[in-house]
């Protein structure tokens, strides 16, 4: 039962992925050196998601829109290296998230809602 759930969750999830991907976004243009300067500004950015989970499709498409270059981590996999450091960083499992480091400092953002309102705040 808890394997035919599994299955169902993500095969929905791929579906709706799916039609994301079909749904086109309108990117931020920007000129190269602005978008050079954003591109510094999110080498310290992971989006830490599930491949399929509507949430982390949502802030994909902000990611797309805003035109950034940020990193995705595979934190589904039971047993991987990003969803063992999440659990251990954060106590849970909970995406989409979005870790943020500053030198020594480690922000780890959730809440899909959090996650749009910070980078439209910063990169929009
Ligand atoms: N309110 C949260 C909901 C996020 C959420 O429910 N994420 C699910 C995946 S769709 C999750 O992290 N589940 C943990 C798990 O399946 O282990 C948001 O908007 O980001």
């Not at 931020?28 to 602005?34: E, L, V």
């Not at 954003?38 to 310290?44: A, W």
């Not at 949430?55 to 990611?63: L, P």
């Not at 990003?82 to 251990?88: A, G, L, T, W």
Request: hydrophobic share 40%; glycine share 6%; charged share 25%.
């Amino acid at each position: 039962m808890k394997f035919l759930l599994k299955v169902l969750r993500n095969g929905l999830g791929a579906i709706i992925a799916f039609i994301s991907w079909l749904i086109p976004t309108s990117k931020i243009k920007r000129a190269s050196i602005q978008q050079k300067k954003v591109d510094e500004q999110t080498v310290n950015i992971e989006l830490y998601q599930f491949f399929g989970c509507p949430f982390c499709i949502k802030t994909r498409r902000t990611i797309r829109r805003l035109n950034l270059n940020i990193v995705t981590r595979n934190a589904q996999t039971i047993g991987s290296e990003f969803r063992d450091e999440m659990q251990r960083e954060t106590g849970k499992i909970q995406v989409p998230c979005l870790k943020i480091t500053n030198d020594d400092e480690v922000q780890w953002m959730f809440e899909s809602s959090d996650i749009g309102t910070y980078l439209n705040k910063h990169f929009g």
